[in-house]
């Protein structure tokens, strides 16, 4: 069993490591920017799943210290990639229970020197699940120094209209659950067509996350998805593996 030593021992031995995933914009098709995703690499037992050690961190207070240094890495990293490439944080609903979070934010684009339209954070419904006044005007004042906000794992939630209608998303990402079924489901289908329509009445981006074949990619374009991310343009890989990648972009 994980336990809050083996993290806080983790994190002062740098086991941590900050993977990023391409998102592409499906018109142009090119790079727009990157995911980061939280690898853990433990000495002895090897990689160790976000899923299993990220509540873990949220339960014994960890995240907000681990948080803050996913920030400020990927927004020091990203601050050397083309200027037209934004770097996408997830955020965890912990996050927002903390009142440090928008003044760590500041600090990470302060410290890197990143444009605070190159940083978009990743929400999920459950963030608005703690629907208060405090989440709400801390994603106001997150929106105020600059940063953007897409909407996460969209459609996996509860009553999901009513968040798009209480915050002013910058991008929606639709969950892979949806893409996955499209091929087998006409009703996986219909709801990714739906959600890529809705997007598009309200000025937001869809990006189709989960995308892993051509057949896939064929249909998320047809339903009228904007933007796309998945292990058929790219895996989450180290920032040192992304040279060429970023270098082909300038
Ligand atoms: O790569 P994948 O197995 O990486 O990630 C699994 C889950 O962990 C996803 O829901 C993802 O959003 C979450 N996750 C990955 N990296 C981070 C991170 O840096 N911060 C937070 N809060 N969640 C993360
Ligand atoms: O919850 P969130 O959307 O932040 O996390 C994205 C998760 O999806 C990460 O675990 C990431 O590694 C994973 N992921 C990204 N692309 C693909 C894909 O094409 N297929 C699968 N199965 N997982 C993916
Ligand atoms: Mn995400
Ligand atoms: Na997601």
């Known amino acids: 069993r994980l336990l809050e030593a083996d993290l806080r021992k983790a994190m002062a031995n740098g086991e941590f490591e900050l993977h990023y995933q391409p998102q592409i914009n499906l018109k142009a098709n090119e790079i727009t920017g990157f995911e980061t995703l939280l690898r853990w690499h433990h000495p002895e037992r090897g990689p160790i799943p976000p899923s299993e ?3 873990v961190a949220e339960d014994t207070g960890l995240l907000s210290t681990l948080g803050e240094w996913i920030l400020e890495q ?6 050397g990639w083309p200027r037209n490439i934004h770097v996408a944080v997830n955020l965890s609903p912990v996050q927002f229970r903390s009142r440090g979070l928008v003044q760590s934010v500041s600090r990470a684009l302060a410290v890197s020197g990143l444009a605070p339209e190159r940083l978009e954070l990743e929400i999920t419904e459950s963030v608005l699940l703690q629907d208060n006044e405090a989440t709400l ?3 106001h004042q997150l929106r105020r120094l600059g940063v953007r906000i897409a909407m996460d794992d969209f459609g996996t939630g509860y009553s999901s209209l009513s968040y798009l209608r209480s915050f002013p998303f910058d991008k929606i990402k639709i969950d892979q659950s949806f893409v996955r079924e499209m091929s087998q489901r006409a009703d996986c ?3 990714v067509q739906s959600v ?8 937001m981006p869809t990006v189709a996350e989960g995308i892993e074949t051509e057949d896939q990619l064929r249909r998320i374009e047809a339903a009228g998805c904007t ?7 790219g895996r989450p890989r ?3 593996d992304l040279v ?3 270098a082909a972009l300038r």
Not at 227 to 233: E, I, L, N, P, T
């Open 238 to 240: 180290p920032a040192r």
């Open 74 to 79: 990927a927004c020091r990293e990203a601050a």
């Open 196 to 203: 890529a329509s809705l997007g598009a009445n309200l000025g």
């Open 227 to 233: 933007d796309a991310q998945g292990y058929y343009f």
């Open 244 to 246: 060429h990648t970023l």
């Open 137 to 139: 005007s801390m994603l």
């Open 189 to 191: 289908a219909a709801i």
């Open 53 to 55: 050690f990220i509540p």
